[in-house]
């Protein structure tokens, strides 16, 4: 019996099953040594303009190239690097690439595209977290407004007011940012009167499940306007289908990041996809 579900577990892989089979102590072993090999890789996901159907930019997502396990995903070891503070230097890491790789675009001659960043909510910890990352844009001699930084809404769910003077920092270095997962906790809507935010993204989830109901639909359809009367843009995330696709452009969301798009890709495929479009 157990050995049945095992073998089935097997070959309907998903990332609860992988979590299972990628032992926790496993991973907290062996992430330094990971970090220091570069088995982390980043991939980037597109985001498209609605209207234009164009790349106006693309979200960084982390995948673990495990020498014996192959490729693992972010949901697999992201929350533990959350429990035990290593998602920081796993941020920072990505964060460090994307200037280098800004920097080598511009210099290539490419024009200018926002590349997200995301970002745990553990930097509020850290009281050195803005200048690293100012100095960073520095040492890289690129513009903080080619970066955006990603923060989900539990970054603002204790301590808001230091959320707020950090944000406001990031803000004025020229940072632009967004709020990851909008609508999938706490109360969203009040956090954007004070906020110096760019950017919100409609959480998947929430979108996906509700976006088929009629009342769905209207919560959907008031983030976007709300969004747009503060001058806010919106990025739907999770778009897969075409039905999804019409809906948001009707109702205004600027742009679109989803499988009905595209995928997480490696930097070089993203490139291509790039020169293929232009
Ligand atoms: P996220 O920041 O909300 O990223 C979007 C996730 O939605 C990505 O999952 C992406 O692959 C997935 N996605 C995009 N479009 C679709 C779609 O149409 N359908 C479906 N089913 N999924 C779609 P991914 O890459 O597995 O990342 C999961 C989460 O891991 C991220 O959610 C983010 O919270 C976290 N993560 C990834 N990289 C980093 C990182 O460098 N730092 C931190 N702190 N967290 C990261
Ligand atoms: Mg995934
Ligand atoms: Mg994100
Ligand atoms: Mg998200």
Not at 14 to 39: F, G, P, Q, T, Y
Not at 145 to 169: C, K, M, Q, W
Not at 184 to 198: E, G, H, P, T, V
Request: hydrophobic letters at 40%; aromatic letters at 12%; proline letters at 3%.
């Amino acid at each position: 019996m157990i050995k049945g579900r095992y073998e089935s577990a097997c070959f309907f892989y998903n990332d609860d099953i992988r979590s299972r089979i990628v032992n926790d102590n496993e991973i907290e072993n062996e992430m330094h040594e990971a970090l220091k090999n570069k088995e982390f890789k980043i991939f980037l996901q597109p985001k498209f303009d609605f209207k234009t159907e164009k790349i106006v930019g693309a979200e960084a997502l982390i995948r673990w190239q495990h020498p014996r396990k192959g490729i693992i995903e972010p949901n697999v070891f992201i929350p533990l690097f959350e429990k035990n503070g290593f998602v920081t230097k796993i941020d920072l890491y990505v964060f460090e690439e994307i200037c280098k790789k800004q920097k080598e675009w511009e210099d290539e001659g490419r024009k200018p595209l926002i590349i997200s960043v995301n970002m745990s909510r553990l930097h509020l910890n850290n009281p050195a977290y803005v200048s690293t990352l100012e100095s960073m844009t520095e040492k890289y001699d690129i513009s903080p407004e080619i970066i955006e930084l990603e923060l989900t809404e539990s970054t603002f769910s204790e301590n808001l007011e230091h959320a707020f003077d950090v944000t406001r920092r990031l803000h004025n270095i020229g940072f632009r940012l967004a709020i990851d997962d909008f609508g999938s906790a706490y109360s969203s809507f009040n956090m954007l009167k004070d906020i110096f935010i760019d950017v919100v993204k409609i959480d998947r989830e929430f979108f996906n499940e509700i976006a088929s109901t009629i009342r769905g639909k209207k919560i959907v359809k008031s983030i976007v306007k709300m969004a747009k009367d503060l001058a806010i843009e919106t990025v739907a995330e999770g778009v897969e289908t075409k039905a999804q696709v019409e809906f948001l452009r009707k109702i205004g969301c600027d742009m679109a990041q989803g499988f009905y798009y595209a995928k997480p890709m490696p930097i070089s495929d993203f490139v291509a996809l790039l020169d293929q479009e232009a």
